[in-house]
């Protein structure tokens, strides 16, 4: 077992003791889950990113977003095992493993590791298994009328998630439901009938990837897959927009679907570019934000507003989204929601002391939520994981793509940093990005780039991928 690799490279200053102590908190959770496991195509223990304090095991989902995070320039080394940890052999070849619904999430946390690191290895593999796994559920998954990929909602495992329709009673899985409604199921794959925004906007983004992935390798293109993608992200812009709101709807079904707001499902819309200018627009404007943050779906449920509280996977922040949305605000040109985000994710850091899963959206105070099978009197109250990776690394995300403004691509790196008011410095050093280590200063305030220097020289505010060594980066704002 090769446990020989550093836990934690990155060290973040900056002139706000705020901002330092909540990234100190964030990278001290992230080590902390760093630890030996063993399963999907890892012959032996290996360092794994599990998926919080209160968990054992990597989860798909959760492996794939940690690692697109930033954890692939962090910890490269434990993020390339993590990603094999949950791939499974099959008849059909090396795929992805999982709960089904959202595993193709994995296919962009093993791009982003692809482009953080240029490990080609890795992506021959990555590329048989996004495509054998495309391949499972467009037989499986994917609705013959309407063209959309059944399931729930990306990370909505819970019934807190759902309409009334699909909590089954006495269980808190949505896994359930097909048992308890058979009469009800879908006539093919699992069985769960519903169409979910963030789901959907996940497999049309994984389409991209599976070309992009061929491209690098240098393999035929395979024009099928390059126009389902294309297919789906306008069945998403036509299907799923709510004219009347100026918002996308959060479920279709049989049943009427469900018009609340997804926040994952708008920030993936967004920042997939899979929405339109004017439906970019509108969403920025008419996402309802909490006092603490982007809600995972709002409003909440009648089943649990009556009892004075918020479902477990609905209304309630879960950091991890806002990441992806305050990037998402940012890339269209909406630096002010970035801002109210990051600002009340870094308070709530430096209040709790660790990364909890899951925020009061009200409060701001630790959480659970509200969902069937819990404890209480009620039967309803459920506790928020402690020291949760994919908040931790939420944190990681919007510094890196954030404040520092990194964006990536086959090309290289390059740089749209943004500095609120009264942040004006911001330094990370122990950066590893393919061949080079990187520490990088940022200075000023707002988002043009005045000047950028590559090792006290003035050049473009891009590098390349094929940079070497170790370089410092200084960039002025203005």
């Known amino acids: 077992m090769n446990m020989d690799q550093p836990l934690s490279t990155l060290v973040l200053t900056t002139n706000e003791p705020a901002i330092n102590r909540a990234f100190r908190i964030a990278m001290g959770d992230l080590s902390g889950n760093i630890q030996p496991f063993k399963d999907g195509l890892l012959d032996e223990a290996c360092p794994v990113i599990l998926a919080g304090l209160d968990y054992d095991t990597p989860w798909t989902r959760d492996a794939a977003i940690n690692v697109w995070n930033g954890l692939g320039l962090a910890q490269p080394h434990a993020s390339r095992n993590t990603l094999l940890a949950v ?32 490990d080609r290895d890795f992506l021959r593999l990555a590329e048989e298994a996004v495509r054998n796994s495309l391949r499972r559920f467009e037989a499986e998954e994917r609705d013959p009328e309407t063209g959309l990929f059944r399931g729930p909602a990306v990370y909505g495992d819970g019934v807190a998630a759902y309409p009334d329709r699909y909590s089954p009673g006495g269980t808190s899985s949505i896994l359930d439901w097909v048992r308890a409604n058979p009469g009800k199921r879908a006539p093919a794959g699992y069985g769960i009938p519903m169409h979910a925004l963030s789901t959907n906007c996940v ?39 709510n004219h009347e709101k100026g918002t996308f709807n959060y479920i279709l079904d049989a049943q009427g679907g469900s018009d609340h707001q997804e926040g994952l499902g708008h920030a993936f819309a967004l920042l997939f570019g899979l929405a339109d200018a004017d439906q970019a627009r509108l969403v920025l404007d008419r996402q309802v934000i909490t006092p603490h943050g982007i809600p995972c779906v709002w409003p909440s449920y009648a089943r649990y507003t009556a009892q004075g509280g918020f479902g477990r996977h609905s209304g309630t922040v879960w950091p991890f989204i806002s990441a992806f949305w305050g990037e998402a605000a940012l890339l269209h040109h909406r630096p002010d929601l970035f801002e109210r985000e990051y600002k009340k994710f870094t308070d709530t850091l430096n209040r709790h002391g660790q990364c909890a899963e899951i925020v009061h959206p009200e409060t701001g105070e630790v959480y659970g939520g509200l969902q069937e099978n819990g404890s209480g009197p009620d039967g309803l109250q459920w506790a928020s994981c402690m020291r949760q990776t994919w908040s931790a690394s939420a944190y990681l995300r919007m510094v890196l793509t954030g404040l520092l403004g990194l964006r990536f691509s086959t090309a290289g790196l390059t740089f749209a940093p943004h500095l609120p008011a009264g942040l004006q410095r911001v330094h990370l050093s122990g950066l590893s990005y393919r061949g080079s280590s990187l520490e990088i200063t940022v200075l000023g305030q707002g988002s043009r780039i ?12 891009a590098l390349r991928a094929s940079l070497t060594g170790q370089h410092t980066i200084e960039v002025w704002l203005a």
């Open 87 to 118: 791939l499974e052999r099959s008849d059909a070849g090396i795929r992805i493993g999982g709960q089904y619904w959202d595993a193709i999430i994995w296919a962009m946390g093993a791009w982003a590791y692809y482009l953080y690191t240029g």
């Open 203 to 241: 497999y049309a983004q994984a389409y991209r990837v599976a070309g992009q992935m061929r491209r690098e390798l240098g393999l035929p293109e395979d024009a099928e897959v390059e126009a389902q993608g294309e297919a789906l992200a306008e069945r998403i812009r036509q299907r799923f927009w």
């Open 450 to 461: 005045t000047a950028f220097q590559l090792d006290g020289e003035q050049v473009e505010p």
